[in-house]
């Protein structure tokens, strides 16, 4: 489809504002953007106008959840990750396809009631086996491994190409000959992300196996003394790893120290920061505070309803902005997903830009500069007129 989108004002990047603005889409692309004329009028005769008569934003990324949860809100704080995960299995263990797809469809309405534009969503491996890949444009979805055995990296390979990229659960639950093989394949994208650094007991079972998630792998029948214990810490044995050179996401990072953050900025490291289900969890989100003052690139996610309230991205950057000392201008990077940018090639975050695909959120509001609609934004319940998508 061709159309010429017009608004009354556009951001076309952070504190840049276009009075009576217009984008050219051809195919889902971004042709090109500007101050609307009748020159581009005549140029694109033959594309479709679409005129919205407010205020168009580049769209807001929630960089970590899983929709296959959102039919849970076990609303409470818990005592650890492992009560939080027995939890969960009391809920799950009994469900069919149609429950997790219920569940799914439910957390795909959400969104499209919510500030979240995209979602970057990790779908359980058990679940990819039974149900179909459910495609929404904007929601990105790929697989997620808990094994610990070599046979598995062929199918991995197989499925992984219907994806963006492969999501690794975590390093204390992936086995590394499991990592050793995915990776080798060159047909494999370059993008992976894992959960890094949830909980202080990780670090105490990738160091000498024992704690809390000898118990996780009880929960799920998993024979500890099968598994490689390196012997380090999570940074430790990611620096180890050949995927520490791949487009790499790691999400919560909630125990990590300035020197070990230092040690992955070098490596153009993704940090994912969801403190709202952290602090649920009984882990301390609080670095983020030094992630930002040591200039990584860090998006935020609300991860999934099982241990967050919501998943509305503009809720977790209003409890990001209560509970640290980040100001405006940052907060718009994170919820922005600014530093995403690079991650997906046919995407650009907090920017409008030709040659990419387009996210826009269209908001019905008076505002006078990039500080005032910034002021809005984060003290108001307000919500998206409309979405763009493509």
């Not at 050793?180 to 992976?192: C, F, I, N, T």
């Not at 289900?277 to 991860?303: Q, Y």
Request: proline share 3%.
């Amino acid at each position: 489809m061709k159309y010429i989108l017009r608004f009354r004002k556009l951001l076309i990047q952070p504190d840049v504002f276009i009075e009576n603005a217009y984008i050219v889409l051809a195919d889902d692309y971004v042709v090109e953007f500007g101050k609307f004329s009748n020159d581009v009028k005549k140029r694109y005769n033959s594309f479709k106008i679409k005129y919205y008569d407010y205020i168009g934003v580049p769209g807001f990324v929630n960089a970590h959840t899983h929709l296959v949860f959102s039919c849970l809100s076990l609303k409470r704080r818990f005592y650890s990750f492992l009560d939080f995960v027995k939890s969960l299995n009391n809920f799950i263990n009994n469900w069919s396809y149609d429950d997790y797809k219920k569940s799914y469809l439910k957390g795909i309405e959400l969104l499209k009631n919510s500030n979240s534009t995209l979602a970057i969503d990790f779908v359980p491996h058990k679940v990819y086996s039974t149900i179909n890949i459910l495609t929404k444009k904007g929601i990105l979805l790929f697989p997620e491994f808990i094994v610990s055995q070599k046979q598995y990296v062929e199918d991995t390979l197989r499925m992984v190409k219907n994806y963006d990229f492969l999501a690794l659960h975590s390093l204390y639950s992936v086995h590394k000959d499991f990592i050793y093989g995915v990776v080798k394949d060159k047909s494999l994208v370059a993008q992976l992300a894992l959960h890094f650094a949830e909980f202080k007991d990780e670090s105490i079972f990738l160091r000498n196996g024992k704690g809390l998630v000898c118990d996780l792998f009880k929960l799920h029948s998993v024979d500890v003394s099968n598994f490689f214990i390196p012997k380090r810490t999570p940074t430790e044995y990611l620096l180890t790893l050949p995927i520490i050179n791949k487009k790499l996401l790691l999400i919560h990072c909630n125990y990590l120290s300035e020197s070990e953050i230092e040690s992955l900025i070098k490596f153009n490291c993704i940090f994912v920061k969801c403190p709202r289900s952290s602090i649920n969890l009984n882990s301390d989100p609080g670095n983020i505070e030094i992630l930002i003052k040591n200039n990584s690139r860090v998006a935020i996610g609300t991860d999934s309803l099982a241990s967050s309230p919501s998943l509305d991205i503009l809720d977790e950057a209003k409890f990001i902005k209560k509970h640290f000392k980040i100001d405006n201008i940052y907060l718009w990077k994170l919820i922005s997903g600014y530093y995403l940018n690079g991650f997906f090639h046919d995407y650009s975050f907090g920017y409008v830009l030709t040659g990419k695909k387009l996210l826009l959120n269209i908001y019905d509001m008076k505002i006078y500069s990039f500080k005032d609609f910034l002021e809005c934004l984060f003290s108001t319940n307000i919500k998206p007129r409309y979405k763009i998508v493509t």
